[in-house]
């Protein structure tokens, strides 16, 4: 079994910066990636980012490109996502996600465990 334990959530107002962080429990890991997806009120679970621990460019929404970035501290087994410039429409409980494999995947059916959520409020 694998636990994730987020953190950094909060309110912010648009063009603000936050930083969430994952770490992640349980098993010896080797090969895994672990990503970022978020839900926004009344919509589907989507996508944000993912990086895997073999290193390789990380994967990226296009609505976040340019600034989002995901980046690990392997040590600690934790990966952050660092949220610039902040929009209303970020606004979304954030998910972190984790599978056993190197390969980056968008979808979260490839993504067996997962964190509890936290949430991320952008005022305008």
């Known amino acids: 079994q694998v636990q994730l334990v987020e953190s950094g959530g909060g309110l912010v107002q648009a063009g603000g910066s936050l930083r969430l962080s994952c770490a992640a429990s349980g098993r010896t890991f080797s090969s895994y990636a672990m990503g970022w997806f978020r839900q926004a009120p009344g919509k589907e679970r989507e996508f944000v980012a993912a990086?895997?621990?073999?290193?390789?460019?990380?994967n990226y929404a296009d609505s976040v490109k340019g600034r989002f970035t995901i980046s690990r501290d392997n040590a600690k087994n934790t990966v952050y996502l660092q949220m610039n410039n902040l929009k209303p429409e970020d606004t979304a409980v954030y998910y972190c996600?984790?599978?056993?494999?190197?390969?980056?995947?968008?979808?979260?059916?490839?993504?067996?465990?997962w964190g509890q959520g936290t949430q991320v409020t952008v005022s305008s």
């Open positions: 990086i895997s621990w073999s290193g390789g460019p990380p």
């Open positions: 996600a984790f599978r056993f494999g190197a390969s980056l995947q968008s979808g979260e059916v490839r993504y067996p465990y």
